[in-house]
Structure formats: structure tokens, C-alpha cells
């Protein structure tokens, strides 16, 4: 969603990253601090789950079903708040 927000904006081919903070800056999406808080987070699941060091740390560390609930409902909710972003758009 976050790059197809970059593309609108910008009217060009977006970054090769998976840094949602950085993709929502150019998409000029205004972020609260907790918005921030959560896409710097989520953005930390991504990169865990590339590695297989990282990934093996990150089961250990987040293998907890309300943990994994509770972003899995953070990342619904930023999902739908940016649909409404992209629309407006």
C-alpha cells in the first residue's frame, strides 16, 4: 500500500526498500508519533523474517500468539486508515 502511495505521489517507479517510515515520507503521508512507532516495528518483522540469524531470534523473541495478535490488529488498522489515505489522494 505504502509504495502505491510513493507511485501516486510521486508519479515514478518507487525506491526498492521496505522501509514503510521512509515510503510513507515520500508519499508525504503525515504520521503520528504511534503510527511511526508502529511502521518502524513492523518494518523490523520484515527484516527478520529475510535473514535466517534474524529470523531465528525473532521466533524466539515474538512466538507469543497476543504478541503476534496485537501487531497482526496495528497492521489491519494502518492498513485501513493509509485506504483512506490513497483515496483522498
Not at 511511526?36 to 515474538?62: P, Q, S
Request: no cysteine; proline share 1%; net charge positive.
Amino acid at each position: 500500500m505504502l509504495k502505491g502511495l510513493t507511485v501516486k505521489s510521486t508519479k515514478k517507479y518507487p525506491l526498492y526498500t521496505h522501509d514503510l517510515r521512509r515510503l510513507a515520507e515520500i508519499a508525504k503521508i503525515d504520521l503520528d508519533i504511534q503510527q511511526r512507532k508502529y511502521l518502524d516495528k513492523i518494518f523490523t518483522f520484515n527484516i527478520a523474517g529475510r535473514y535466517a540469524d534474524a529470523k531465528f531470534e525473532f521466533y524466539k523473541k515474538y512466538n507469543k500468539k497476543e504478541y503476534v495478535q496485537r501487531y497482526l490488529k496495528i497492521t489491519e488498522n494502518l492498513l485501513l486508515w493509509l485506504k483512506k489515505e490513497f483515496q483522498k489522494k
